[in-house]
């Protein structure tokens, strides 16, 4: 065998980039409609961040202590909660949900921040 053949042998042929797009269009066309739609459909917060932000939203009107609050109300630690919290308030999802309580708890969060 020539040095030339050998090359050939080893280095498979690339595609085209008109093969590469052929293949994509026809992976789109043969995709459900119901998985189209679905990615299109934009996504809800979860019950669980739901009730955080509910909760966050109404707390600042009420007396008493508020870790009691939450472990009664959520039943894990208050450790777990502001982990949680803290989570969804970078969750763009969130965001859309309630912005007004969203937007206030990160200014809260940005000033504690700064003062450390």
């Known amino acids: 065998m020539k040095r030339d053949d050998l090359a050939?042998?080893?280095v498979?042929?690339?595609p085209s980039t008109e093969d590469?797009?052929?293949?994509?269009?026809?992976?789109?066309?043969?995709?459900?409609?119901a998985d189209l739609a679905a990615a299109e459909e934009?996504?809800?917060l979860d019950e669980r961040g739901r009730k955080i932000l509910a909760f966050e939203k109404q707390w600042w009107r009420?007396?008493?202590?508020k870790e009691q609050a939450i472990r009664d109300t959520f039943g894990f630690s208050t450790t777990r909660y502001y982990q949680l919290l803290?989570?969804?308030l970078d969750d763009p999802l969130a965001l859309a949900h309630d912005p007004i309580v969203v937007?206030?708890?990160?200014r809260l969060?940005?000033?504690r921040v700064r003062r450390r």
């Open 8 to 10: 050939a042998a080893r």
């Open 42 to 44: 934009p996504a809800e």
């Open 103 to 106: 937007q206030r708890l990160r």
């Open 109 to 111: 969060r940005a000033s």
């Open 20 to 33: 590469v797009d052929d293949a994509l269009d026809d992976d789109f066309e043969q995709a459900p409609a």
């Open 62 to 65: 009420q007396a008493g202590a």
């Open 86 to 88: 803290n989570a969804l």
């Open 12 to 14: 498979p042929a690339q």
